[in-house]
């Protein structure tokens, strides 16, 4: 039952020291269920939650017929929007009228199934949280799905919030 797997969870995570728990987020509602999730079942006073917003990076496409290179100019507008995204995701989850709360957000160029334990590790983070975007088994299949894969690649607890939760 679901009281039960917050209990394991609260046992697993229980200490009296401030913890680090990341959430990767993408601005989906599914990632907002995942933050608010985590904000009513998982922190604590003195706890920090790290908001980790993935994004792919224009790169230099190089083929037979067409050359992209982007200029530095180009990258950087390219991670203002980003940023702006990200931003704006803070501002509908309402994390500033949360009392007490401590977070910070991370907005970092790559591939979230890369990106989630490589920060989760650098800032010992001692759980996990993502949503899940109820994708069926076919498009599970053909284009993969960040929480499978972390259920099945990461040593840490993980959270997966089903979008229908």
Request: proline share 4%.
């Amino acid at each position: 039952t679901r009281s039960s797997l917050v209990a394991a969870l609260a046992s697993v995570l229980n200490t009296n020291m401030s913890r680090a728990l990341l959430v990767g987020v993408d601005a989906s509602d599914s990632s907002l269920k995942a933050v608010r999730w985590a904000l009513s079942q998982l922190l604590k006073d003195g706890d920090e939650l790290h908001l980790v917003y993935c994004y792919t990076s224009l790169d230099s496409y190089i083929g037979p017929e067409y050359v992209n290179v982007p200029t530095s100019k180009q990258l950087e507008q390219w991670k203002a929007v980003e940023q702006q995204h990200l931003e704006d995701f803070v501002r509908r989850a309402a994390l500033a009228d949360v009392p007490g709360l401590v977070f910070h957000t991370h907005l970092i160029a790559g591939d979230p199934r890369d990106v989630i334990p490589e920060t989760a590790k650098k800032l010992d983070a001692k759980m996990i949280v993502v949503g899940s975007h109820g994708k069926g088994l076919l498009q599970r299949a053909l284009l993969g799905s960040v929480s499978t894969y972390l259920a099945q690649n990461v040593s840490r607890p993980l959270v997966i919030v089903p979008s229908s939760s």
